[in-house]
């Protein structure tokens, strides 16, 4: 079992930034590539950014290319989203996920543990 837990959220104004952490317990998470998912109310869980398992490829949803940077630290055992210049689109509750061996980066079906979430808020 893994245990994945989101913080760093919060209410911020337009053109600012926030770090999101996931930190996982339970087992290790150095071995499995790691991905951020958003959901906005009414709306379905979409990528955001994923991770493989070495750090060597980080892949972004097009909306926040150059303005989100996906991070980890294994030792740690933990990932983070950078999210710099926030827009009021941004506004969703952010999820972090440990991706099965194998399957799409970008579906959220291929994913099989997940954070409870935490929530962004960008101002206008």
């Known amino acids: 079992q893994v245990q994945l837990v989101e913080s760093g959220g919060g209410l911020v104004q337009a053109g600012g930034s926030l770090r999101l952490s996931c930190a996982a317990s339970?087992?290790?998470?150095?071995?499995?590539?790691m991905g951020w998912f958003r959901q906005a109310p009414g709306k379905q869980r979409v990528f955001v950014s994923a991770i493989t398992w070495s750090g060597s490829t980080l892949y972004y949803a097009d909306s926040v290319k150059g303005r989100f940077t996906i991070s980890r630290d294994n030792a740690k055992n933990t990932v983070y989203l950078q999210m710099n210049s926030l827009k009021p689109e941004d506004t969703a509750v952010y999820y972090c996920g440990r991706r099965s061996l194998s399957g799409s980066y970008f579906d959220p079906a291929q994913y099989d543990y997940w954070g409870q979430g935490t929530q962004v808020t960008v101002s206008s």
């Open positions: 339970g087992r290790t998470i150095s071995t499995y590539a």
